[in-house]
């Protein structure tokens, strides 16, 4: 190193800093680094920070230093794209000087030298103060501070009648020297000879809907195409969710199209997947003529915007075997020594209806004709009014071919959000967010105990990959219908909506959640039971019994509570009943803390009694408090860190509690 | 990120890579990476490594897989000095190739195209192997398991006397291709179009004595100078002490010399602080008269060498006011405003007998020119024959100085071992090692509880500094005694001294800790009554009760037992008694376990149940195991993961356990 000072360890961070870490417009981005040198000498640092490629001047922001050498300030960006930020630090010679000063005069020693060292300090200091009025102000103070400092002894005491102690006279020579005044004149690095920057750090900065959303996926078909999706719009909307999501509408593929129930033989009337895409319709760029046409769409997007919602679209880059570009562009595709086609498998499972794109082709063009090709059908979606796309399979693309993707698109379009459906191994999920995936799904869906839930969600909150993962959380897919939910009764549909909705500020239904479909492919098949991947469902919205009410004021209580809309702060309560789970959330300030209490257990009344952090929430610990149960509208009094909970699932499996202090 | 690739999280490291990480001669290194890529392709992975600036092949080792895409190899260094390391990884192709066909077959699918697939890659490879007799036979072979691959169906299968089945025809045609044989020919990189390097990694070895060493530190004035420290070294050899320690052996300071016990006054006969170094007889490269010649050390370095002994010297970069550099060079000082010297102090602690060298002088010449000097005094005693340098106070000097000082002693003399006195805040600390410190002192004097043991015990062994701090654990030095030692019986001398002398390779004693000396210099002054800093102590190394013998077998116990010798493999096993620590180190092999166990509380008897993972120590779970206690002598035998233990710390505080399999 070539640096007296260290600056180790800046957050927030992707693993080496290659990438940017990530934050949303609005909300505060805690910045945080390990700041120390050799000695016992005072350190000064600060945060600078601006967008990318703005030529504006940096904002600068002073560090506070937290315990063991661990700095930290706060920035809140106001506009979307890539910033940059730096730590700088700096030996504070005059706030060493004070406080040695300070030490000795408390131990009786002498310090008449140690004044002059002042006056020194003073002097060089207002020999840097810029010219003009302000400047010759700043001159004049510093310049009166060193010359108090500089009293002979006795000198100043002029105020009292009986001869001047010598402490007396000390105290007044230092009075200026001390003063708040002098304080913020000699602040800053201005004559630091040890001025130190650490690494320029990158942070991409979304809109709001990436750090917080609530999804609804639906299948277009089931609905009776963009028109009856239209229909259909306000029902979502009404239940408070943010983005609608749609699987590919794009033409599907014949050859090998799968039947109901992912059989090989499709009847005539079978719709095929949606996954499938491409046909002699058109490909990824074309409308599923069944669906609709462009205008319907545009009526869609511009319908979902007038409800204050967003449409998502499935980016699914696979083909099926009739897909245009199967013809067009051979060389994008692998060919087997018997020349077909290569169909996507993961042996023993076969995906017949679907060939792969080669991303990686080595053949000439091959590589980056397809990837301009993939980049194009993004840009078209954008263009027509999409702004949030649900990546397919990410994790079975190239990682460079993604970050290639994600910077192009957002080069032009910085307010697009990428989600990566990349259900597998957590390190290439993190890959995956590290190089731009604006958010991810989650192991959500197969985390079921208290200490499976609280292990996965301090891990995503607290963990180094809280720095740029988003997580997602959905209790359900049309590929997953997992755990309690097989089967399950109203209970676990409740239980697991709330945990999803209140564990993280992005998450996601399917649609006939809230109708709680419960009926598995089979015993050994994630999937549902006549699946609507392959079929069209008709489903009756107000059947009795529908969690649409339900759901709407879950959603309503997480745009009431700032708390629930940022991924840090989430604190778990220790229970002593591991069927009940607890953990709160609240805002950097604790103006917003909540306390989500959920009974695991579908079937049986279940109690306990927590443990809560209330200091760390701004509670009171002697004096009474309020929980205020937004689910049920009951409000409890507690006094104390140790609440007692019950919860009936059979009534109600969970409490959502503003808690506040008492009246 | 450009490969598709990814090569992350490669250790051993530094924190940011940017300096080597730590290794000794002769103990193998684990080195670890996350490897994976896009997709369900099989992977592969070496590491190569080889001493640096040596124009010799690099030495390739496979990597095998763990869990979790994390893959692992060890390297064993020969030769000390700086090394450089790298991961590879690639797709191995054939591998997926033969994954794939072995689950078709298994789910009865069709793979007459996949076999086609598989001789193509055959003959890809056989394409490749050199010209020459070696590279024939490779291509021979090769080429005949791709043609087993392309015969027709039944045409292989003349073994059987009825019609061949297709199944059988089908593994005949694969028998070569999936032989144990092929498989070998086909590893490794060649032909991969994937090949991806992660980043070059620095390694510096050390020998082994950087790694593990028993010290013992004596102030030769106390013993008659050097020549009675001559006649002392058999008997501190025969105590099994790998190093003798010395302070500071210059001439000392007149001005502002310590008197007895910190006094500011020194008598006539006060022989001063051996750290204010520096007199009108010579600064640091001279020896102090009163302790003898240059050919009496001479002679002490051949005695200690000839005993199995190093001699360490103290290399503490200051001087008394009387330093001839102060006259000299006055520009590497710091001067304060009335002309004086600035002495060292940290408000309100002053060292009136010390000024510090200003090692980031800006003034012309001052700041390189003090640097070489220093790096001269350290040349001049590794002439001398001192190869191990204990250096004091290095976190109040700047840490590119040292990473300067450290490189180039170590450029010509890479055996020099430095030993950081640092007790700061843990990141600086953590710094001095990165930078080059190849030992460090540690908080081991102020951990006493179990609890305090096991988290810094952990810190030290599991956590990233172990890649490159190496802890050396001592219950005393001349400054401090601390905790239970202070007026502590001779049960926490034991206890203490087997904490340290197995919880930690390196560890170190000062002189008249056998002797049980315990009497503080204040209640709230951590250092030695009568400290031995400012007077000469005359010791009765016959007492009875030293505690020499007993150091005595701690040595040798450890000489016996490599476990006790490395780093690593340190585990804590729970005890239902918070008096009662237990924990085991092992070899990588397993073939040497030890359990440790110490009752912490010197007064009264102690019994505990302990939880033994014997699973990872090697060990039956369900039939007798030994537990030879190298203390006693008893013998016990042991059944199952939690043993009884009960010690009574009048009679001996601590087991130190061989286990082993029963007989």
Redesign the interface.
Known sequence: ????I?I??VRPRT??A?HPAKAVVGEPVRVSA?I?????DILAARLRWRPAGDAADWTEIAMHELT??AWEAKLTPAVIGLHHFVVEAWTDAFATWR??VT??L??G?PIE?DL??GA?LLLARADLAPAGKAGKAVKEELGAAAEALRQPCGMMDTRGASPPSTSHTIAARLELAMSEQVGRLMAGPAGA??LTAGPVMGLWVDRPLAGCGAWYELFPRSEGGLVGTIERLSAVAGMGFDVVYLPPVHPIGRTARKGADNSLLAGPDDPGSPWAIGAAEGGHEALNPELGTLDDFAALVRRAGELGMEVALDYALQCSPDHPWVFQHPEWFIR???G?VAYA????K?YQDIVALDL?G?GEGSRMDAWQACLDVALVWVARGVSVLRVDNP??????FW?WLITRVHAEHPEVIFLAEAFT????MA?LAE?GFSQSYTYFTWRNTAAELTDYGTELTQGPVADYMRPSFWPNTPDILSGALRGGPIATFKARLVLAATLSPCYGIYSGYELGENEPASEDNEEYAHSEKYEIKHRDWSAPGSLAPYITRINSIRRRHPALRILRNLTFAASNNPAIIAYSRHTDDRSDVVLVVVNLDPHTPQEATLSLGLGALGLPWALAYEAADELSGSVFSWIGPNPFVRLDPVVEPAHILHLRSGP
Chains 1, 2 share one sequence.
């Open positions: 190193m070539k640096a007296r260290a180790d360890q693993p080496n290659e390990d120390f040198r050799d000695g016992h063991n050498d406080r040695k030490l000795k408390e131990a020693e030298v002059e060292e020194l000879v040890d087997r020594p018997d077909s498998e993961n042996p023993p076969r990686w080595t994790h079975t693309k190239p990682f460079p970050e191994r957590p390190k290439v890959k190089i």
